[in-house]
């Protein structure tokens, strides 16, 4: 699994206004690019593509909150009262 320079030629340029993975890029890992391809593994060296970012921190926050109308959780730790 190496870059064989294929992935050039797919290349995707910067969406304007919208993500990446928004508009339908693929990252690829190995050759740390990210290319406009439909299939789900990457033609140039033949390594799963990334469809999704990467954050799952953040998109955990965002659950929390919308499950409860409003209000986050994991918020609610009480760090500074044990003093
Ligand atoms: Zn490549
Ligand atoms: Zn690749």
């Not at 699994?1 to 508009?23: E, F, L, N, W």
């Not at 690019?33 to 593509?49: A, H, S």
């Not at 999704?52 to 955990?60: H, Q």
Request: charged residues 30%.
């Amino acid at each position: 699994m190496t870059c064989k320079g294929i992935c050039i030629r797919h290349k995707a340029q910067k969406p304007v206004g919208s993500g990446r993975y928004a508009s339908g890029q693929k990252r690829c890992q190995i050759c740390e690019i990210f290319i406009k391809w439909d299939g789900l593994w990457c033609p140039c060296c033949g390594y799963r593509l990334r469809t999704k970012p990467r954050n799952l921190k953040y998109k955990a926050k965002l659950r929390a909150r919308t499950k409860k109308g409003g209000i986050v959780e994991t918020i609610e730790q009480p760090a500074v009262i044990a003093v």
